[in-house]
């Protein structure tokens, strides 16, 4: 064995399987510890792993807050052992009802959601105050994205009117998930302009006595936030790290610990070799040329994709490749790839130590 990614037994692994690397998971948190000033500036979100036992880890580092976005991932996290818990998501219709069970179910939890709107915060505080529950909102900002969230006046205006009532208003969310800069000057002053009304909401309230907390960003501007004051950070990514923020993010230094493996199932005509990871197997949201990434056929192009199918061609100057052959590849986006699979392969060290549900992938635990 020649490369950090190969193991004992990997003949005996079926294809396409997510294969999760135990060691660098652990550093990946180390990494990200180092690069706050406080532990508690930390709200990981759980989207990209899913999982309980990864979950365990980042408690076991002393990180108790986290961010979910599905009723599901909160449970998991409940169920961990995680004591704050932000659902980031506007509730409505039944998930009202399934969070106020949550909520009853897990009483030591501290819960909260999202609501850009005074309607779902008075149908969020009036299902609340029926069923005798304590949770908390925060206002979510529309900085930039256009995807989820309200304005700045809209939003201390809301901020304002709801803690006046029962239902407690702890601060804003803000998600720029819009800004992916490569270049990391001119994503740190995109990061800048979008915050700026945002620093100055806040400032205008703790001016007249408020205490809004803030929780900002994503991976690419986290490095960005982990500088401000009293505002909470919510990477990701960062455990499993991929291929996409791999490019993006130069500046952070998370290794790749999450890998799929894949077999070469077919050749269909020279240089071009069909291998087992379809749409069902790897995040496919992205162009042909960004969504695997070959480790060890770098030179690798994408030709077509389909369900069960991706076809590659090599270039003449490259290895030719045998039937049966193992393929690893890194997602370029990793958190849809882990909710295609069940469960992962562990490996500690260079053995398959656990098999570990993607417990979260459920929308109904």
């Known amino acids: 064995m020649k490369h950090w990614y190969e193991f004992e037994g990997i003949e005996k692994i079926d294809s396409p399987a997510l294969i999760v690397y135990k060691d660098r998971v652990k550093e990946n948190i180390e990494?990200?510890?180092?690069?706050?000033?406080?532990?508690?500036?930390?709200?990981?979100?759980?989207?990209?792993?899913?999982?309980?036992?990864?979950?365990?880890?980042?408690?076991?580092?002393?990180?108790?807050?986290f961010k979910c976005a599905t009723i599901a991932e909160a449970e998991m996290v409940a169920l961990s052992g995680g004591e704050d818990i932000l659902i980031a998501y506007q509730l409505v219709g039944p998930k009202i009802v399934r969070y106020i069970d949550l909520v009853q179910q897990y009483p030591d939890c501290r819960f909260s959601s999202l609501i850009?709107?005074?309607?779902?915060?008075?149908?969020?505080?009036?299902?609340?105050?029926?069923?005798?529950?304590?949770?908390?909102?925060?206002?979510?900002?529309?900085?930039?994205?256009?995807?989820t969230g309200t304005d700045i006046e809209s939003a201390k205006q809301i901020y304002l009117q709801g803690n006046k009532e029962l239902l407690p208003i702890l601060g804003f969310h803000l998600y720029d998930g819009h800004i992916v800069e490569k270049d990391l000057i001119r994503r740190e002053k995109d990061c800048e302009e979008a915050y700026?009304?945002?620093?100055?909401?806040?400032?205008?309230?703790?001016?007249?006595?408020?205490?809004?907390?803030?929780?900002?960003?994503?991976?690419?501007?986290?490095?960005?936030?982990?500088?401000?004051?009293?505002?909470?950070?919510?990477?990701?990514?960062?455990?499993?790290?991929?291929?996409?923020?791999?490019?993006?993010?130069?500046?952070?230094?998370?290794?790749?610990?999450?890998?799929?493996?894949?077999?070469?199932?077919s050749k269909p005509k020279p240089g071009l070799y069909c291998l087992d990871l379809g749409y069902k197997s790897i995040a496919s949201e992205n162009l042909l040329?960004?969504?695997?990434?070959?480790?060890?056929?770098?030179?690798?192009?994408?030709?077509?994709?389909?369900?069960?199918?991706?076809?590659?061609?090599?270039?003449?100057?490259?290895?030719?490749?045998?039937?049966?052959?193992?393929?690893?590849?890194?997602?370029?986006?990793?958190?849809?790839?882990?909710?295609?699979?069940?469960?992962v392969y562990v490996v500690t060290g260079r053995n398959i130590t656990e098999k570990w549900e993607v417990m979260a992938r459920n929308r109904v635990l």
């Open 196 to 265: 700026a009304p945002v620093d100055k909401l806040v400032n205008e309230l703790v001016a007249v006595g408020y205490s809004p907390l803030v929780v900002a960003g994503g991976t690419p501007t986290f490095s960005f936030h982990k500088k401000r004051k009293n505002v909470e950070c919510s990477p990701g990514t960062f455990v499993f790290w991929d291929r996409g923020y791999q490019q993006v993010c130069h500046e952070q230094k998370f290794l790749p610990a999450a890998l799929v493996l894949s077999r070469v199932i």
């Open 116 to 147: 850009d709107n005074i309607d779902s915060y008075k149908e969020l505080q009036l299902q609340s105050s029926e069923n005798n529950v304590n949770v908390s909102v925060y206002v979510d900002l529309n900085v930039g994205m256009n995807r």
């Open 289 to 343: 040329d960004h969504r695997a990434y070959f480790l060890e056929h770098e030179s690798a192009i994408v030709k077509g994709q389909s369900e069960e199918h991706i076809v590659i061609e090599l270039n003449e100057e490259s290895r030719p490749l045998n039937i049966g052959e193992i393929i690893f590849a890194m997602p370029f986006h990793i958190c849809p790839t882990v909710a295609m699979y069940d469960f």
């Open 31 to 65: 990494i990200l510890k180092s690069m706050v000033d406080s532990i508690s500036r930390l709200r990981p979100h759980v989207k990209t792993h899913k999982m309980r036992e990864v979950t365990e880890l980042l408690i076991k580092e002393g990180i108790r807050k």
